[in-house]
DNA sequence: TAGATGTATACAGATATGCGAATAGGTGGA
DNA sequence: TCCACCTATTCGCATATCTGTATACATCTA
């Protein structure tokens, strides 16, 4: 199989793994899958401040993986697309089974 | 859906989001899904100098997503479990379609 | 329009990460 | 053992990313 370009690649890194390299953007992406939320439930819910909240929604946004919808004064966001999450859960179960063969070759 | 728990989060940050959260080290994956390569090998193939090279890849050994395996004076390594290349390419299909979704609402 | 509430951004400092150059460590052949 | 080759690590520097504080911007209500 061949490897892909350094391009795909490229935008591959800055778009997604880019995204998803800051553990409490992965807690906000996880939360907005259970249920869309506003800027400050989200702080609330994840016990950050609000400015970075909303820094890492802007990350978000801006590679078109959240959307916004401003609701009043409040501003909604939501998923762009279940199938981040259903990498995430991949890495998750990725996750469980390296750690446990690599706890296998400590033994 | 219940969002999980913060220390899973965690360690899915350090062990898998952080290890592609590099362009070189997800050109070094796929080159090593391609094939099992020594350290040279892939220096010379993605253009990287040898002491990149062999960082990124004490990068990925450390996490246990490949294999090194001595071959007299090189190093052979592998990668350690295909799936990471499957969720790599799941994020190549989500970017594609992210990308043209992006590009619709522009017009 | 003034004030309250909610969100986004600017700034400065701290931390993390990556790289080139140099060097140390490991392996096999002469 | 000496040497050539391959790989790993150290050091110093440059760059990127994250955060708290402060503040600007947006929206609604009275």
Known sequence: MAIPGTDELQ????????AVGDVKRIQILYA??????HV????DLLEMSQP???RHL???RERALVVAERNGAAVVYRLADSRL??????????L???LERRANMMS
């Open 32 to 37: 907005l899958h259970d249920q869309p939320r």
């Open 11 to 18: 935008l591959l890194h800055e778009q997604i793994c880019q």
């Open 52 to 54: 970075t909240v909303s």
């Open 58 to 60: 802007a990350v978000l």
């Open 85 to 94: 999450i259903d990498v995430l859960n991949l890495m998750r179960q990725l």
């Open 40 to 43: 400050s439930a989200l702080a």
């Open 96 to 98: 469980r089974d390296t």
